[in-house]
């Protein structure tokens, strides 16, 4: 497979490569488990899990990660739901107003795939803490976090954590919709490739995403990403 940086030769190899991107991942649950992390997508649904004190950011997550789902013409469904497991997930993985979001991808990994009653979904958690975590070496996890981050996600794990620490201002369906792009299988943000063949504009995959809006280059790496794995799995992603 070429790599990413032979892939901004064109508008074509950039399509290419998405297309024939693996999308089987694995990712690490508790202990060290690891799991196919990637098959969060055969319910084809994400649920968005607020915790204390963030109920009010959920109509606003669901609208942005819809916005990026429905444009792209993806067959997910985006429901919200309470759960007290999450809640614990969340407060053994917190101290304070700080919360690992690596220690709680592993609880929310292994919580999905490792029981009786599987049930692969996307994750959504909405925490009031920030968020801390060291950067992953591969291309699969989140790439970073400090106090000016306002979220992570990752396809290979299946998760968004969004973090709204009370008294500060965000976009948040905004933020919510850049999140959705990582766990829809994005994982370079915007700025850090150019291609031949796309004109540079303001797009939501921007590090430090600027307007709602996603870009040409963007949305072609995920349609793309999706037509393949409809074409390897026989399975179906979009409406
Ligand atoms: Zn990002
Ligand atoms: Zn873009």
């Known amino acids: 497979m070429a790599s990413l940086d032979e892939a901004c030769a064109s508008v074509k190899a950039w399509q290419q490569y998405f297309y024939e991107f693996n999308h089987e991942m694995s990712a690490s649950g508790r ?78 990994v292994s919580w999905r795939f490792d029981r009786d009653d599987p049930s692969p979904h996307g994750v959504v958690v909405i925490v009031p803490h920030y968020l801390r975590g ?19 996600g990752s396809f290979g794990a299946g998760y968004v954590v969004m973090s709204v620490p009370p008294g500060k201002t965000y976009d ?43 870009c040409g280059k963007c949305r072609d790496a995920l349609w793309h990403f999706w037509k393949g794995i409809e074409y390897r799995t026989g399975k179906k992603y979009f409406k």
């Open 31 to 108: 202990r060290g488990t690891q799991y196919r992390g990637s098959d969060w997508i055969t319910n084809r649904r994400v649920v968005v899990y607020p915790t204390a004190g963030t109920l009010e950011h959920v109509g606003p997550v669901m609208h942005g990660m819809a916005d990026l789902v429905d444009s792209l013409g993806l067959d997910f469904s985006i429901v919200s739901c309470e759960s007290d497991s999450i809640d614990n997930m969340v407060h053994l993985s917190s101290k304070r107003t700080k919360l690992r979001f690596n220690r709680l991808a592993e609880f929310l």
């Open 134 to 152: 060291k950067c992953n070496s591969d291309n699969t996890g989140p790439k970073l976090a400090s106090d000016s981050t306002c979220g992570v």
């Open 172 to 214: 948040v369906a905004q933020i919510a919709k850049h999140e959705a792009g990582h766990l829809l299988g994005l994982n370079p943000h915007h700025d850090r490739y150019r291609v031949n063949g796309y004109a540079d504009s303001n797009c939501v995959m921007h590090a430090s995403s600027s307007g709602s809006a996603m």
